[in-house]
């Protein structure tokens, strides 16, 4: 965004959300906190598209960055078609994998816009290892956020963190006892986790419930999404998720996870499969 006043017969910089991200690319600047605390940079972009990387770090979780880099490409590739002054926020996201990358090295994202209609849009990506193996497709739905909740983006550019950080740092976590009703953890996400709006972004919020199902399940899922109910902002309130195992087979694995507030309300709900031959 331009903070200088405007000069009388002086064109302002185009406030679009394409031309913003453009800059971002231009300058090689960090879109939201995260991505500058998880060095998630964006490296392309144009109208309905756009590319990404994000380095993963040693003994952290895969299906969590990846969700990460996943919500951040298909925004992005929304984000890109809308008007002066609009801002999104992630309503579903659904990952299937098909493939484990290689710890420590790079995640490649390419996003697309598939379709846009009354305020909601659809899109899709392939995450790829440097090699440019698949590594997993992603599909995302996005709805335009109202005016109100608009003005609560922040205005502030954020900086790119002397080194990566891991999910696991993000959102720190413990695992309770299994009970009879299912497993809980409890998470207390960073201020680094949150998104342009302020809040903790859903990719990382995934993270947590997919965190849960891969403890009760025995198993990365497979395929993995989750719908987004609630905001959630950093602070001294806990996240808990609670997971059921709703089928646990030797060869197929269903788990269901709920994402809670300290007073019980509920943020999101996500669903996990894993098949083995």
Same mark, same amino acid.
């Given at each position: ?14 406030? !679009? ?38 380095? !993963? ?33 992630? @309503?579903?996201?659904? @990952? ?85 009703? *299912? !497993? ?22 995934? *993270? ?5 199902? !891969? ?32 089928? *646990? ?14 007073? *019980? ?13």
């Amino acid at each position: 965004m331009n903070d200088r006043p405007e000069r009388s017969g002086e064109p302002s910089e185009d406030p !679009t959300p394409l031309a913003t991200l453009r800059r971002l690319v231009d300058e090689g600047s960090p879109l939201a906190p995260i991505h500058a605390a998880t060095h998630a940079r964006l490296t392309r972009v144009e109208r309905g598209c756009c590319e990404a990387r994000m380095p !993963t770090t040693i003994g952290d979780g895969l299906l969590e960055s990846l969700l990460i880099l996943a919500d951040f490409v298909l925004g992005v590739s929304y984000s890109s078609s809308l008007r002066a002054g609009d801002r999104i926020v992630t @309503v579903r996201l659904a @990952v299937q994998l098909l493939g484990r990358p290689s710890s420590g090295e790079d995640l490649h994202a390419t996003g697309t816009l598939d379709n846009a209609s009354n305020g909601v849009g659809l899109s899709s990506a392939t995450i790829t290892d440097r090699d440019g193996r698949p590594l997993a497709r992603c599909v995302g739905r996005n709805a335009v956020l109202t005016d109100q909740l608009s003005d609560q983006y922040g205005r502030t550019a954020p900086r790119w963190a002397n080194r990566p950080s891991g999910w696991r740092l993000l959102m720190p976590h413990r695992g309770e006892d299994p009970t009879r009703d *299912g !497993t809980t953890m409890i998470a207390h996400p960073d201020p680094a986790c949150r998104n342009s709006a302020g809040v903790v972004q859903g990719g990382a919020l995934a *993270g947590l419930a997919a965190r849960g199902l !891969t403890h009760a399940l025995d198993v990365i899922p497979d395929d993995f999404a989750i719908s987004f109910v609630r905001s959630v902002r950093p602070g001294d309130h806990p996240v808990m998720c609670r997971v059921v195992v709703e089928h *646990g087979g030797r060869r197929m694995r269903v788990g269901r996870a709920e994402l809670v507030d300290d007073r *019980g309300r509920l943020l999101a709900t996500a669903q996990g499969t894993s098949f083995r031959h």
